[in-house]
């Protein structure tokens, strides 16, 4: 058993698509687009197999500000660059080009290395060796 892929809902398609597909070497399927449900999708390949479904849609909501700055639910997605170096650079990467950093690099208590960024719509992105 696999996970088939993973879902995240956005109100910008396009940019969040040319951020994995800029940052992470996402492959990008033809456009899926329902007009009848306004629902369009793209599912995005990456080097591994995994697969990342990108959906937009007018009528969904975001999520409230509680102010307490995590929620039940999904919490990141985790990518593996392949060594410590590449950690570093990736995140010199996006921080440079404006990207929030959460954390990192750094050797976490249970001894991974890694860093926590935030996406174009601010969620969380792991990136370890």
Not at 101 to 114: A, L
Request: aromatic share 12%; net charge negative.
């Amino acid at each position: 058993m696999h996970v088939e892929h993973v879902a995240i809902w956005t109100r910008d398609l396009e940019r969040l698509k040319g951020f994995y597909q800029t940052y992470f070497q996402a492959c990008v399927s033809a456009k899926y687009v329902n007009a009848t449900t306004q629902f369009e999708s793209y599912f995005l390949t990456f080097s591994s197999g995994t697969r990342l479904e990108l959906m937009q849609r007018p009528s969904v909501a975001d999520l409230p500000d509680t102010g307490v700055g995590r929620f039940r639910g999904y919490d990141h997605l985790a990518f593996s660059v392949g060594s410590e170096e590449r950690v570093d650079a990736l995140t010199a990467r996006l921080k440079d080009a404006g990207y929030p950093i959460d954390d990192g690099p750094r050797r976490t208590g249970d001894g991974y290395y890694e860093s926590r960024v935030r996406d174009c719509d601010g969620n969380t992105i792991e990136i370890t060796v």
